[in-house]
Structures are given as structure tokens and as C-alpha cells.
């Protein structure tokens, strides 16, 4: 079936150093790709998403382009804030109503 | 727009009871809605898949029996964990997709449950 991979963490940065956390996906056909965030004690929210290879999606300084060739989606920023202290989850869903699959999340902690 | 409810936020109960938790799309009907369950520090998995007017579609391992799902409106799903022990203390988070082409997935704000 399908699934996500992404780098375990936590991951524990400076603030307004750059950040990547890796995500790569195995799926039978084409899927959207997504990217949610999880602050403490909250459910999650939609980060970015991508639905076509090559798409990048982006928001709040935050990058992922969908490269089927390498079948990835990695998370990308170039400047961290404290605020952005979280967990992040990569996701895949392949087509109409089926349930997004999850990564098993990567902490984020931003440091001052 | 696109909003979903979930409710309680969190939710203390004794072990043998049971507890209900409801998910409602405030803005738009949702003919499916998801449950998920989240351990500490883990990621979420699918519980069931919540279908109005059927019956629910359960992950493999997960008891049917112990988590009840009704989905009796467009509007409003809800998940019982009947006789609740302290292995059920998660973090259960209901989703729902919104409507129309690219539509993506809006979550609950979930239900911390603790069984004492």
C-alpha cells in the first residue's frame, strides 16, 4: 500500500537558520502530496500542498516541490523562527475521497 | 470556510464507561469523515472511515465493537470508545475533505482522552 518516509527527529535549530526535513513516498499511482503542521496541544493544519510533479507548494516562507523522479517532497525554509517550533507531518492521498496517509512526523524546535 | 468541529477538546473519564466524541463540518456537508488516533510522540493512524447513512469502514486491528461510529448527517459524525480502559487514553482527531476540485483535508482540533 502506500506510505511516507520522512526523517525521524527531533530536530532542534537556531533561529533563522535554514531547515529541510526530508519526505519521500511510495504510492501505486499519482498522488497529492501534502505538508501539515501540528503546534502544541492542536490539531493539524494544512501547511502546503502539491497535486502534479513539479508543483511546488508553499506558504508562510515554507517550500516542497513534488519530484516524482526521486518520488519525494521535502520541506524547505530558509530563515526558522521560534514560532515555527512544531511537528510537521508529510501526507499522500491518491485520488477522491481516500484517507491521507501520514509520515510519522518530524518535531521541530527552534531555539533563540 | 471549511471549518470542523470536533468536540469535547479533552475528556477525562473512568475505566468502564464510555465517552463520545462528535466531529461536525460546519460549512459544508461531508459525506465522508475520518477518525484518526494519535499516540505521544507518534504519528496518526487511521482509525475508520465514517460514511453517511452506512457503515463505517474499519482499519485492520481496529475493534469495531470498542469504537462506534455513527454518521447520520451530511453534517456530523461521531465516535464512542465504549467501555473505555487507560490503553484508549489517545489523542483521536476527526478530518473531513472539503468539497469541490483540489478540495483538501480539514482537521478537527481533536480530542485528548484520558481513561483513569
Known amino acids: 500500500g502506500d506510505s511516507v518516509t520522512q526523517m525521524e527527529g527531533p530536530v532542534t535549530l537556531s533561529e533563522e537558520a535554514c531547515l529541510t526535513i526530508n519526505c519521500t513516498y511510495t504510492a501505486t499511482g499519482y498522488p497529492s502530496l501534502f505538508w501539515y503542521v501540528q503546534y502544541p496541544g492542536e490539531g493539524l493544519q494544512l501547511l502546503l500542498k502539491a497535486t502534479k510533479a513539479d508543483d511546488k507548494g508553499s506558504n508562510k516562507g515554507f517550500e516542497a516541490t513534488y519530484r516524482k523522479e526521486t518520488t519525494s517532497f521535502h520541506l524547505e525554509k530558509g530563515s526558522v523562527q521560534v514560532s515555527d517550533s512544531a511537528v510537521y507531518f508529510c501526507a499522500l492521498t491518491d485520488s477522491g475521497n481516500t484517507p491521507l496517509v501520514f509520515g510519522k512526523g518530524t518535531r521541530l524546535s527552534v531555539i533563540a | 470556510g471549511a471549518v470542523v468541529s470536533q468536540h469535547p477538546s479533552w475528556v477525562i473519564c473512568k475505566s468502564g464507561t464510555s465517552v463520545k466524541i462528535e466531529c461536525r463540518s460546519l460549512?459544508?456537508?461531508?459525506?465522508?469523515m475520518f477518525w484518526y488516533r494519535q499516540f505521544p510522540k507518534q504519528s496518526l493512524m487511521l482509525m475508520a472511515t465514517?460514511?453517511?447513512?452506512?457503515?463505517?469502514?474499519?482499519e485492520q486491528g481496529v475493534e469495531k465493537d470498542k469504537f462506534l461510529i455513527n454518521h447520520a448527517s451530511l453534517t456530523l459524525s461521531t465516535l464512542t470508545v465504549t467501555s473505555a480502559h487507560p490503553e484508549d487514553s489517545s489523542f483521536y482527531i476527526c478530518?473531513?475533505?472539503?468539497?469541490?476540485?483540489?478540495?483538501?483535508?480539514?482537521f478537527g482540533s481533536g480530542t485528548r482522552l484520558t481513561v483513569v
Open positions: 465514517s460514511n453517511e447513512g452506512s457503515k463505517a469502514t474499519y
Open positions: 460549512d459544508f456537508q461531508a459525506t465522508t
Open positions: 478530518s473531513a475533505r472539503r468539497p469541490g476540485q483540489g478540495g483538501g483535508y480539514t
